[in-house]
């Protein structure tokens, strides 16, 4: 018996031999016995089907008798390799590998759980041009005698799910413990590997995947075996070990653009991200306010396991149907413990920030995959695509329309459908994308959706060839992504559109198209070309800028549609790009500069379920990622041209078109402080049960200030009133923003536009008493505002009485006299 060794990696210590066997080992001093007679007696007995062989035991640093089981043996084709000390499996086995001499090399379990003769299978298959054959038990043909603890079973099932997932796609069973290489791989496979513990075949297994060298999985009889040395424990340290291998994996390049996309993401909202309790985004006009509060109530819902599709903290007493509010239940629900540690500002601005920059790498990933292979030129293209001037404009306090990190995975998993390999599966998981984005925003999936039908209607008929190939299993995974995704929100839909305060449809008016030229002009937080008095004459308004690419980008994309349009993919990205701004338009299309307007294609969508709650010139935004992919085509076009003087024009013909759609950052100011008369409690005196405190006038789309005090006192008291989508009335379901107006509540409303008191008389004191009990109101608070003088005359008459300064508001107790 050969002396135990700890070779250096890479450097066999004997002659080449046909096959070695590595047998990793730790306090395995009942069973490796029996596994090194078993392995030894058949490849002694079919010496003319191996060849020479070795049997290299990897000695974890054992404490039992392990290395006298080897030691013991005469045998000199049966070698020992220790360590002083325990270290984990994968660094056994990467001294041990390295020790290797064999053109074959089997890496087998102590326990020797599939046995030594399933060895010929794993060999058939590395013959037909594999680089490695590992045994498998997830495979059609394997078949298992002693089965593992249900719950440890579960455990691996539910390991390699996320491994398959993250790691190694293709391979059901990546922990058998049976597996055969090409020697010359195994070793270079082994030393380039980095994790010690049992992540260490998941490691060898990518670095197949990534170097592109096929991997084959073949079934085979398993038996468990008693005396496993992996605990619990081991479980989450796998994970970790997994997560590490997957942030090792990533190419610097990579890491440098996610870099860049976060700090991208900071300057942009660097006027709050860093005092989110106390400042606000000037241009989210009350929206920071909504979202705020969405955030806040969800949490407070999960908090106290309610209904999270529901709530009457505002809108009291009919209250708030949250799903037909889109609140963004797939972030808000696992934000909910940053919501209650630190505040819905904090949560809602972790959110964006990050957010923003998550879909800007989403992007870049599915760039780098179907798209280009020059980094650069992704990275250019994913900037485009999620800080283009709509998603800017958007990134005012509209999540849902910013944090869109699952449109690039579902495309991505959309596209493999068309592939037809392993339909099942990618319709199961896109089903499961597709609903979490539901509960991430509806109108964004619509909009995707769209685009994506657009693109592959153009795509088709550029290639019939392979649209003949892939629309049978297209149909098919989108069949049976319909049938995971629908049951999973069958329940939210249903209570969206047909619970409490559900709504039919939102009109948004004439401003809800683009004009043309908005299409080609700069966006109000263009760094260097923006005008706000245009983008503002062009848009609803600063959150709703859909458009504004710029005359430069349009010119630019249309150089590169001529110059690349032989390429299919150039075709139907220019096809989209091109149709969703049209449909942008609207249903009437308005000439510049004339009182003319044309039908557009609008008109055929405008009024079809769905689509009749759809702000229509939101469509352009489907033109960010398709003009990001043209400009990544463009640039990684030029960067391979040899012609230097093409290059350098081109790539300036590129930062021409781009620099004026560089953003500044978003407008901030310091947040208007919450009266005292809520901060330090004072409300609670006046504030009984179940009543509600009664802003002056109530909240509303200009003004929902009250649902930050709201949110501020941890939302301990109720409101009338407010911000959010709702039915106009139980006869007419038409969807409008806030709440109808009863009596008094617009009379407030048109005080505080007008500044005059209207003649109020017994009659109308009457209606404000039955309008204060239909509020249930204890108290009226009137906070300094414009207009303060004449809203408080007329509460003054409309209670019959004056009201008194409490902690910075003007106060009204309705309890008083009754």
Not at 579 to 589: E, K, Q
Request: charged share 20%; glycine share 8%.
């Amino acid at each position: 018996m050969r002396p135990a060794v700890e070779p250096s990696i890479g450097q066999p210590l004997d002659p080449p031999v046909e096959l070695s066997v590595v047998i990793p080992a730790y306090n395995e001093e009942l069973r490796l016995g029996r596994t090194l007679d078993a392995i030894t007696k058949y490849l002694g007995a079919h010496e003319e089907r191996w060849g020479t062989w070795e049997v290299v035991v990897a000695d974890d640093g054992s404490t039992d008798g392990t290395r006298e089981i080897v030691t013991a043996r005469r045998d000199p084709r049966l070698r020992l390799v220790t360590g002083p000390r325990n270290r984990g499996k994968g660094h056994a086995l990467r001294l041990a590998v390295a020790a290797t001499s064999g053109r074959r090399l089997l890496v087998t379990d102590a326990d020797l759980a599939a046995p030594v003769e399933e060895l010929e299978h794993l060999d058939k298959a590395l013959a037909h041009d594999h680089a490695a054959a590992i045994g498998s038990r997830a495979v059609p043909g394997a078949t298992l005698g002693n089965r593992q603890h249900r719950v440890r079973e579960l455990l691996g099932r539910a390991g390699n799910l996320v491994i398959r997932a993250a790691v190694v796609p293709g391979i059901r069973d990546t922990q058998c413990g049976f597996k055969l290489y090409d020697g010359d791989r195994a070793r270079e496979a082994y030393a380039a590997s980095r994790l010690n513990g049992y992540g260490i075949d998941v490691e060898v297994l990518h670095h197949f995947h990534r170097t592109g060298r096929p991997v084959a999985e073949v079934p085979v009889h398993w038996s468990h075996q008693t005396g496993s040395k992996l605990r619990a424990l081991d479980y989450p340290r796998v994970l970790a070990e997994l997560t590490l291998l997957k942030i090792r994996a990533l190419r610097p390049a990579d890491a440098v653009a996610a870099a860049l996309f976060l700090l991208l993401s900071l300057a942009l909202y660097s006027g709050r991200a860093f005092d989110p309790a106390h400042r606000y985004l000037t241009d989210s006009l009350r929206d920071q306010d909504q979202w705020e509060w969405f955030f806040a109530v969800t949490a407070d819902n999960v908090a106290h396991l309610r209904n999270p599709l529901f709530s009457d903290l505002q809108g009291f007493p009919d209250g708030v149907n949250l799903m037909a509010n889109t609140v963004m239940l797939g972030l808000s629900v696992p934000l909910t413990p940053v919501t209650l540690a630190f505040g819905p500002a904090v949560a809602l601005s972790l959110c964006m920030t990050l957010g923003l920059a998550v879909t800007a790498a989403a992007w870049y990933w599915l760039l780098v995959k179907r798209v280009v292979r020059h980094r650069p030129a992704a990275f250019l293209g994913a900037a485009l695509a999620a800080f283009a001037p709509p998603m800017v404009s958007h990134a005012n306090a509209h999540p849902n329309f910013v944090v869109l990190f699952m449109i690039p995975l579902i495309i991505d998993r959309a596209l493999r459908l068309c592939s037809g390999t392993r339909v099942g599966r990618d319709a199961v998981i896109l089903g499961l994308m597709a609903a979490y984005q539901v509960s991430l925003g509806e109108e964004s999936l619509l909009l995707a959706a769209m685009g994506m039908l657009l693109f592959a209607a153009a795509y088709g008929a550029v290639r019939r060839d392979l649209a003949r190939q892939a629309w049978r299993p297209l149909l098919r995974g989108l069949l049976i992504a319909a049938a995971v995704c629908l049951p999973l929100i069958c329940y939210p839909l249903a209570w969206q559109f047909a619970g409490p305060q559900s709504y039919d449809a939102i009109r948004h008016g004439d401003w809800a198209a683009n004009s043309p030229l908005a299409l080609f002009s700069f966006a109000e937080r263009s760094l260097i070309a923006g005008d706000a008095a245009r983008a503002n004459a062009l848009s609803f308004n600063p959150t709703e800028q859909n458009a504004f690419y710029g005359w430069p980008l349009a010119l630019l994309a249309l150089a590169i549609v001529v110059r690349l349009w032989k390429r299919p993919l150039v075709r139907a990205l220019a096809f989209t790009a091109a149709g969703a701004a049209v449909l942008s338009l609207g249903p009437r299309i308005r000439i510049p500069l004339t009182d003319t307007d044309v039908p557009g294609p609008w008109a055929l969508l405008a009024h079809r379920p769905l689509f009749e709650s759809v702000m229509e010139s939101r469509v352009a935004m489907v033109c960010a990622p398709a003009l990001g992919m043209l400009v990544a085509l463009a640039v990684e076009r030029l960067a391979s041209t040899r012609r230097t003087s093409v290059r350098h024009a081109g790539l300036l013909a590129v930062c021409a078109a781009l620099l004026p759609l560089v953003p500044a950052p978003l407008k901030a100011e310091d947040r208007t402080e919450v009266p005292a008369f809520i901060a330090d409690g004072t409300w609670k005196s006046y504030v009984r049960g179940d009543e509600t405190l009664a802003p002056v006038p109530l909240p509303d789309p200009d003004d929902a200030r009250a649902l930050h005090w709201q949110t501020a006192a941890h939302l301990g008291f109720k409101l009338p009133g407010g911000y959010f989508n709702g039915p106009y009335s139980e006869d007419d379901r038409t969807g409008v923003y806030g709440v109808p107006l009863r009596y008094t509540a617009g009379v407030l409303s048109d005080v505080r536009y007008t500044g005059v008191v209207p003649p109020i008389d017994a009659v109308a004191r009457e209606q404000a008493r039955a309008d204060f009990a239909f509020w249930k109101a204890g108290v009226l608070v009137l906070a300094p505002q414009p207009r303060e003088g004449p809203l408080r005359e007329a509460v003054e008459k409309l209670v019959g009485r004056p009201g008194k300064w409490v902690g910075g508001v003007w106060v009204w107790d309705l309890h008083e006299g009754s």
